[in-house]
Nanobody, 124 residues
Framework: QVHLVESGGGTVQAGGSLRLSCETSGRRVSVHGMGWFRQAPGKEREFVAT????????KYADSVKGRFTISRDNAKDTSDLQMNNLQAEDTAVYYCAATWVSGGSERPGDYTYWGPGTQVTVSS
């Protein structure tokens, strides 16, 4: 079993930055692809970014490309999401997840393990 916990959420003004962290416990996730998703009120959960087990491959949603950066540290079993130039439309609960798809995935259904989420609010 893998347990994930996100941290780093909060309230920031438009144009600001936040760094989300995902810490794991239990089984190691170094062989898992990792992903970040978000869900705004009244909307479905959507893909934000994913990273392969090795960290060599990343993919982003078009809406965050160039502003967000996903990374991982396999020695620490963590994954971070650096978010720059935040906009009001980035307001959502952000979730960290782990998948057995080693290259990462954009599909929520591919993920086996999920964190409880952390709130990000961007004020305009």
């Amino acid at each position: 079993q893998v347990h994930l916990v996100e941290s780093g959420g909060g309230t920031v003004q438009a144009g600001g930055s936040l760094r989300l962290s995902c810490e794991t416990s239990g089984r190691r996730v170094s062989v898992h692809g990792m992903g970040w998703f978000r869900q705004a009120p009244g909307k479905e959960r959507e893909f934000v970014a994913t990273i392969s087990w090795s960290g060599d491959t990343t993919k982003y949603a078009d809406s965050v490309k160039g502003r967000f950066t996903i990374s991982r540290d396999n020695a620490k079993d963590t994954s971070d999401l650096q978010m720059n130039n935040l906009q009001a439309e980035d307001t959502a609960v952000y979730y960290c997840a782990a998948t057995w798809v080693s290259g990462g995935s954009e599909r929520p259904g591919d993920y086996t393990y999920w964190g409880p989420g952390t709130q990000v609010t961007v004020s305009s």
